[in-house]
């Protein structure tokens, strides 16, 4: 069962650099009275449409494959044309750096699986080592492109080497397209 409703930005069919595209964050941080079904878009319209949070702005950089400070319209064009989602469907805790757990993880595979159906993504962009190496133990997801970037908060994040695995997914989609 889905917990966390992602955010679906109100373009998000029309896509954003030729593709619709899934930004799949780890999970969510926070106490009982942030376990609810809109937990996920309230932290995307509280700190994504706008500046102040580095985890949003550095997302929002990599999708304009720009390293300047994007503006508020920026932002809210960037945030209205993708959705967001964690994969784990539980608070792991209170503060970050905590790891779900093994349940966690399993039982997280099938709202997944949901969301891409309803969804139906063309790029998924995995933020981090971690949810990238976990995403082995989901079923094969056809048609979907996948890119993955280091976290926006690991300390060796790099705009240089997400912008470049952002391009090689984007490219890829656009010789299947034009393969079609």
Known sequence: MIQFTPHVGIDYRSGLNGAKTLVLGLSHYGDEGDNHKNFTREVVEEHAYKSGNSFFTKITKVLLLSKDEPTDEERIAVWGSVAFYNYVQ??????????????????????????IGDLKPQLIIVLGSQLWNEL????????????????????NFSYDESFNNYK???????????SI
Do not use: Q
Not at 92 to 100: A, C, F
Not at 168 to 176: A, T
């Open 90 to 115: 539980d608070l792991v805790g209170t503060e970050s750096r905590i790891s779900p757990t093994k349940e966690m993880w399993e039982k997280s595979i099938n709202p997944f699986i949901e969301v």
């Open 168 to 178: 090689k997914s984007l490219d890829s989609l656009k010789r299947k397209s034009d």
């Open 136 to 155: 082995d133990h989901i079923p094969a997801i056809p048609d979907v492109e996948w890119c993955w970037i280091k976290h926006p908060s690991a300390p």
